[in-house]
């Protein structure tokens, strides 16, 4: 199995929802990402998970919470959202070692928030 | 000085011919390199990557590596329309962690 499961594929929320967005990987990786990408621009790096515990947070706001209850499962937790926030939400996995940094991307969950 | 920069194109070739991506990159450590394709309206796919100076093929593509001069490229030999996407350039740094950061993209066009 070489795929990372997103869900769902189109999300729309109001400013005032929560809502979560999940991942799911089998391939026994170790790292977990989440990137956000607008049109036209590349990825950006928001999170960064290492053995489930977060390692790296891109100075990303408050309103997005990031959680790993295990190694193969990864959620993004969105809490009053702003208009700015829409855009396509991609989870990536990655063995964690050296010269082993290649991403698998999931499908996206494409993210509009009114 | 952005971390990863790449031409964003349009590079538009015709069927058959060779295109040249190009990619610089800001970190001296940096020791790992992809490129990955990113069809339109879907998620970027790994299609090389590259750890050491000299080139590195793969089929119709080859990627280049020059630490010394901090410099990334893709050769697309026999383009066809079907390569027609965004290239996106990404380095790994490391900071406390593993961290990809991607250049802007290049969009590449080849014309049948």
């Known amino acids: 199995d070489t795929e990372v499961t997103q869900t769902p594929k189109h999300l729309v929320m109001g400013m005032t929802n929560k809502k979560s967005l999940k991942c799911e990987q089998h391939?026994?990786?170790?790292?977990m990402y989440w990137y956000k990408q607008k049109a036209k621009k590349p990825p950006e790096l928001m999170f960064v998970y290492s053995y489930e515990k977060l390692s790296i947070n891109e100075s990303v706001p408050s309103r997005f919470s990031p959680e790993c209850p295990n190694s193969s499962l990864l959620n993004l937790h969105l809490h009053a959202l702003q208009p700015e926030d829409s855009a396509l939400y991609l989870c990536?996995?990655?063995?964690?070692?050296?010269?082993?940094?290649?991403?698998?991307f999931g499908s996206g969950t494409q993210l509009s928030v009114l | 000085q952005k971390e990863v920069e790449q031409n964003s194109g349009p590079l538009s070739v015709p069927e058959g011919a060779i295109a040249s991506l190009n990619c610089t990159y800001s970190?001296?450590?940096?020791?790992?390199f992809f490129w990955y394709r990113q069809y339109s309206g879907k998620s970027p796919e790994l299609i090389m990557s590259i750890y050491s100076n000299g080139d590195k093929e793969d089929g119709r593509f080859t990627a280049q590596l020059n630490k010394a001069s901090q410099y990334v490229s893709l050769l697309i030999r026999d383009s066809q329309p079907s390569d027609s996407a965004t290239y996106l350039c990404?380095?790994?740094?490391?900071?406390?962690?593993?961290?990809?950061?991607f250049g802007a993209g290049t969009r590449l066009f080849v014309k049948a």
């Open positions: 990404a380095v790994n740094i490391h900071t406390g962690g593993f961290k990809t950061i």
């Open positions: 970190d001296r450590v940096s020791q790992s």
């Open positions: 990536a996995s990655s063995q964690e070692a050296p010269g082993s940094e290649k991403l698998f």
């Open positions: 391939m026994g990786h170790r790292a």
